[in-house]
């Protein structure tokens, strides 16, 4: 819708008066600074959808730490910031999410399950996530009633999830290999 919109004065009042166009959050999360647009850009989206669903794709892809020796490595809280707190996205609201990572979980805060998604249907997740402890047990996602497609890509296993009592009706495993030591 904002390139649309950006066309002429008629295409932007269509653009501002159809809520269809403003269901889906798309945001590339590559450092901290992109961290105030993506929360702007997901208020605006919440407010110009009206009440329709939502639906968030997020690519959180930081480089590899040894691109930054002299650098102290900080830890990314981008997507703590999207599910938690005053400036989170209404969650009530996600039916579709879609998650690209390849840092480490324990920056982020999955583990915690009291957080409610009412309306999620579809939850993707993917990446090389790095140090992955067998410990730990996603608990994030495990109050959505009404999921029922569940995809995880790139060395996800499905044992770290902690998912609803209900039964899914799709699950998709791509690139799964099990961990072997060196």
Same mark, same amino acid.
């Given at each position: 819708?904002?390139?649309?919109?950006?066309?002429?004065?008629?295409?932007?009042?269509?653009?501002?008066?159809?809520?269809?166009?403003?269901?889906?959050?798309?945001?590339?999360?590559?450092?901290?600074?992109? *961290?105030?647009? %993506? $929360? &702007?850009? !997901?208020?605006?989206?919440?407010?110009?959808?009206?009440?329709?669903? =939502?639906?968030?794709?997020?690519?959180?892809?930081?480089?590899?730490?040894?691109?930054?020796?002299?650098?102290?490595?900080?830890?990314?809280?981008?997507?703590?910031?999207?599910?938690?707190?005053?400036?989170?996205?209404? *969650?009530?609201? %996600? $039916? &579709?999410? !879609?998650?690209?990572?390849?840092?480490?979980?324990?920056?982020?805060? =999955?583990?915690?399950?009291?957080?409610?998604?009412?309306?999620?249907?579809h939850?993707?997740?993917?990446?090389?996530?790095?140090?992955?402890?067998?410990?730990?047990?996603?608990?994030?996602?495990?109050h959505?009633?009404? *999921?029922?497609? %569940?995809?995880?890509?790139?060395?996800?296993?499905?044992?770290?999830?902690?998912?609803?009592?209900?039964?899914?009706?799709?699950l998709?495993?791509?690139?799964?290999?099990?961990?072997?030591?060196?």
């Open positions: 819708p904002f390139c649309l919109s950006a066309v002429c004065a008629y295409w932007r009042d269509i653009c501002l008066s159809s809520p269809q166009l403003w269901t889906s959050i798309f945001a590339n999360v590559d450092n901290s600074d992109l *961290l105030p647009c %993506l $929360k &702007n850009l !997901s208020k605006i989206v919440e407010e110009r959808s009206c009440e329709l669903s =939502l639906s968030l794709d997020v690519s959180a892809r930081y480089p590899p730490p040894d691109l930054y020796l002299s650098i102290l490595q900080t830890d990314y809280h981008c997507l703590d910031s999207l599910f938690y707190g005053g400036s989170a996205i209404n *969650l009530h609201r %996600l $039916k &579709n999410i !879609s998650l690209d990572l390849n840092f480490k979980f324990d920056n982020i805060a =999955l583990e915690d399950s009291r957080i409610e998604f009412p309306e999620l249907e939850l993707e997740l993917c990446g090389m996530l790095k140090a992955f402890s067998n410990e730990v047990v996603i608990g994030l996602f495990a959505a009633p009404k *999921l029922h497609t %569940l995809s995880l890509g790139n060395y996800l296993n499905i044992a770290h999830f902690r998912l609803p009592d209900d039964p899914l009706f799709w998709s495993i791509a690139e799964h290999r099990p961990f072997a030591a060196p």
